[in-house]
């Protein structure tokens, strides 16, 4: 069975910052490309960052471009997602997938946890 379990997730104040982590089990981690998602309430889900296989590579929007970094460590299947400075606007559930290349497609999801900047 195939589990990706976000965690990491809470309150923070605007400026602040925040690291996610999402373990997987139950795939070949290293075989996978791995992103970030998020989703806010009546809007569609949104991608944050991803990263290649190797870690060799990552691709992220410029909404984010400087403040947050994607990062993986395939000897422990996990994925992590650095936020800095973080925006009321980067308040939203964060999901991790995982997904297969060539054509990209994400197969796998996370269950999300929650990231709420405010004062």
């Known amino acids: 069975q195939v589990q990706l379990v976000e965690s990491g997730g809470g309150l923070v104040q605007p400026g602040g910052s925040l690291t996610l982590s999402c373990a997987a089990s139950?795939?070949?981690?290293?075989?996978?490309?791995m992103g970030w998602f998020r989703q806010t309430p009546g809007k569609e889900r949104e991608f944050v960052l991803g990263?290649?296989?190797?870690?060799?590579?990552?691709y992220y929007p410029d909404i984010v471009k400087g403040r947050f970094t994607i990062s993986r460590d395939n000897a422990k299947s996990t994925v992590y997602l650095q936020m800095e400075g973080l925006k009321s606007a980067d308040t939203a559930v964060y999901f991790c997938?995982?997904?297969?290349?060539?054509?990209?497609?994400?197969?796998?999801w996370g269950q999300g946890t929650q990231v709420t900047v405010s004062s």
């Open positions: 997938a995982a997904g297969t290349t060539d054509p990209l497609s994400w197969v796998y």
């Open positions: 139950g795939i070949t981690f290293s075989q996978y490309a």
């Open positions: 990263i290649s296989k190797s870690g060799s590579a990552t």
